[in-house]
T-cell receptor, first 110, second 117 residues
Framework: QKEVEQNSGPLSVPEGAIASLNCTYS??????FFWYRQYSGKSPELIMS????GDKEDGRFTAQLNKASQYVSLLIRDSQPSDSATYLC??????????FGSGTRLQVQP | EAGVTQFPSHSVIEKGQTVTLRCDPI?????LYWYRRVMGKEIKFLLH????????ESGMPNNRFLAERTGGTYSTLKVQPAELEDSGVYFC???????????????FGEGSWLTVV
């Protein structure tokens, strides 16, 4: 079992819709969770971090964490074509470095 | 403020040759990380420096890989001799502090694309 799992996609949503990206993790001691966005050929860019159960909102982005079920999700409201990218879920596990999922490719159709 | 910069951006070498990748972290960041993404796989941790010391090198695949950070500033990752399976994107990242804590963002460079033929 992979430490961090994501559906590779592509996830295709129409412009203006809500995109929902999901991630599960296997290590129960994980405490910190991150969503990075990566455009093709560019560096991963941090868009959200979440440390406690519940929802955290930042503009059009909402991160949701459920430690009991070991999943973290990212909602993107009012999706724009510029949101088309690969979204990487990352978790701090036992070591002091990030463990990444393989990423979900999001396509927002104009 | 400059971000994490990596050089070269792309490199094509023959199997058996040596390649050295360089990373300049954000100024003032003591923590420097190397990650790698091979085709179709997730980004995987290679090692972590705190200043010039190797904090964790558990992700280094084998002894053909050598990372250094002399003086605690820039870092190099040398692959010698390169094998076909070493092809991928090598990302460098840096952060001000160590470990998971609010406000401790890990910033990534754009990566060095390595192709071994």
């Amino acid at each position: 079992q992979k430490e961090v799992e994501q559906n590779s996609g592509p996830l295709s949503v129409p412009e203006g819709a809500i995109a929902s990206l999901n991630c599960t993790y296997s290590d129960r001691v994980s405490q910190s969770f991150f969503w990075y966005r990566q455009y093709s050929g560019k560096s991963p860019e941090l868009i959200m971090s979440i440390y406690s159960n519940g929802d955290k909102e930042d503009g059009r982005f909402t991160a949701q964490l459920n430690k009991a079920s070991q999943y973290v999700s990212l909602l993107i409201r009012d999706s724009q074509p510029s949101d088309s990218a690969t979204y990487l879920c990352a978790v701090y596990t036992g070591r002091r470095a990030l463990t990444f999922g393989s990423g979900t490719r999001l396509q927002v159709q104009p | 403020e400059a971000g994490v910069t990596q050089f070269p951006s792309h490199s094509v070498i023959e199997k058996g040759q040596t390649v050295t990748l360089r990373c300049d972290p954000i100024s003032g960041h003591d923590n420097l990380y190397w990650y790698r993404r091979v085709m179709g796989k997730e980004i995987k941790f290679l090692l972590h420096f705190v200043k010039e010391s190797k904090q964790d090198e558990s992700g280094m695949p084998n002894n053909r890989f050598l990372a250094e950070r002399t003086g605690g500033t820039y870092s190099t990752l040398k692959v010698q001799p390169a094998e076909l399976e070493d092809s991928g994107v090598y990302f460098c990242a840096s952060s001000q502090w160590e470990g998971p804590r609010p406000g401790n963002t890990i910033y990534f460079g754009e990566g060095s694309w390595l192709t071994v033929v």
